[in-house]
């Protein structure tokens, strides 16, 4: 993402300009700024602060959706492998097929010595 090149509080310093222009003199205008632009300006970052809010709920709950989807079938593809291990064993080529890891073939837990005092 791109350095922002504008303070974080630009919002409430428009609003701020907008309430005191509006004291000054509506009509004044800066070259072809007037107080009718900043006021838009306003507005439209008012319209897109709330389509963002909208789109990161709708995000958030999307996410949240995925993660249930992943974990449901990870459950899934634990209880079949817990069953072709219980019906054919660890050490067999049908728990090999669903992405087991015969018994077999696991390489032999090494222990550390235990350290000499």
Known sequence: MSKRMFP????????????????????LAFGSLN???LVTGISQIRSVE??????????????NQRDSLYQATWDKVKQVRAGIKASFGDDSTQYEMIGGTRVSDR??????????Q
């Open 35 to 37: 107080l009718g632009e």
């Open 107 to 116: 390489k032999p837990v090494r222990r550390a010595p235990a350290p000499v």
């Open 50 to 63: 709330n389509n963002v809010e909208r789109l990161e709920k709708q995000l958030t709950e999307m996410r």
């Open 8 to 27: 974080p509080d630009v919002l409430e310093q428009a609003r701020s300009v907008q309430e005191g222009w509006g004291q000054i003199d509506e009509n």
